[in-house]
């Protein structure tokens, strides 16, 4: 009976010390560490947060330009700008910009609110915010570049951009980092970015082929496009032709898809990119970054950056640069 009293002591002694040193307050002078609700911090700065697809991504711009639509601007960007609003998901949120290249909403960057940035650079040197304007106003799409991720030393990596018009005066966009960036030993280290001399390359020879094709027709068009001794192959660029219903109709470097219904093709990340295509061509043109096959370096999986263009309404063509080597 005394041992059993003797434990009861010792027990009790135990947790009256350990209760005591859970409840107790700082020492004067000190402070208990301070935890930023996790809603408050950049998706950047948490690096547990799951990674978006480009799909996912995609889907929640057009969700916000929904939602610019339905609302007056002044709320729309207020919610933008919310950094506990229902516009940052993850490591997804929605900035927007004027025509002009001025900030109008972010999150978390609201220092930049107000501030024209159509002269700044990313790491590399590309206007981004230029080629990010640019591919919105013809509607929508991507742009590669490269920026600081804080989640990662603030190292400096590649970020896919996609973009929507919401109107003649201003634009939504949001991002990913590396997800266009399959492993190292699928693809080359550097990436396309679609800025520059290369941007108007594109450009310009998809509208020679849409000019062609509305001077000559469809059939007379799309024959000239799978023609390897052609006139529209030039080097490693090449026209590819689709109709709305995702029906290949040039693809000179694979003839065999020829007749072949694509719509619901993804590229190995598992994004559609031809829905995509078929998304841009519709707005009239627009940009497109995938993963295919580079007929020029023994079918290796590479990204490509592609400038898509309606011809007619009933179909479109294509044409893209290789990330480099």
């Known amino acids: 009976m005394r041992s059993r ?3 009861l002591l010792v027990v009790s002694f135990i947790l009256f010390f350990a209760t005591a040193g859970c409840t107790q307050t700082p020492a004067a002078g000190t402070q208990a560490p ?8 950049s998706p950047s700065q948490n690096a547990t947060v799951q990674a978006a697809t480009q799909d996912e991504m995609v889907a929640f711009v057009q969700e916000a330009v929904a939602y610019a639509k339905a609302n007056v601007k002044e709320k729309a960007l207020a919610g933008f700008s919310d950094p506990n609003g229902s516009f940052v998901r993850g490591e997804l949120y929605i900035y927007a910009y004027d025509f002009n290249g001025t900030t109008i909403a972010h999150p978390f960057n609201p220092e ?12 590399k040197g590309n206007y981004f915010i230029r080629d990010l304007m640019d591919v919105a106003r013809n509607g929508s799409g ?3 570049f490269y920026y600081i991720n804080p989640a990662h030393k603030r190292a400096v990596e590649p970020k896919l951009g ?3 018009k919401v109107d003649d005066t201003w634009w939504l966009g949001s991002g990913i980092y590396g997800s266009f960036t399959a492993p190292a030993s699928a693809i080359a280290a550097d990436v396309y970015t679609t800025s520059g001399a290369a941007n108007s390359t594109l450009t310009a020879f998809a509208e020679e082929a849409k000019a062609y094709a509305l001077k000559n027709g469809k059939t007379v068009a799309a024959a000239e496009f799978n023609n390897l001794n052609g006139s529209f192959i030039r080097g490693d660029l090449y026209i590819f ?12 470097y694979n003839p065999s ?7 619901n093709a993804t590229d190995p990340s598992g994004y559609h990119h031809i829905r995509a295509m078929a998304a841009a061509a519709r707005n009239g043109s627009g940009w ?3 993963l295919t096959e580079d007929p020029f370096r023994n079918d290796t999986f590479v990204n490509k950056t592609s400038y898509i263009l309606d011809v007619d309404g009933t179909w479109f063509l294509g044409t893209g640069s290789y990330a480099a080597s």
Request: proline fraction near 4%.
């Open 288 to 290: 497109v970054t995938y």
């Open 34 to 41: 301070a935890t930023a609700p996790a809603a408050a911090q």
């Open 112 to 123: 930049k609110i107000g501030v024209n940035r159509l002269n700044e650079t990313d790491a």
């Open 241 to 252: 032709a689709y109709d709305y219903n995702g029906t290949v109709l040039a693809w000179p």
């Open 5 to 7: 009293t003797v434990f």
């Open 257 to 263: 898809q020829i007749g072949v219904d694509r719509l």
């Open 162 to 164: 996609y973009v929507e």
């Open 142 to 144: 991507f742009v590669e």
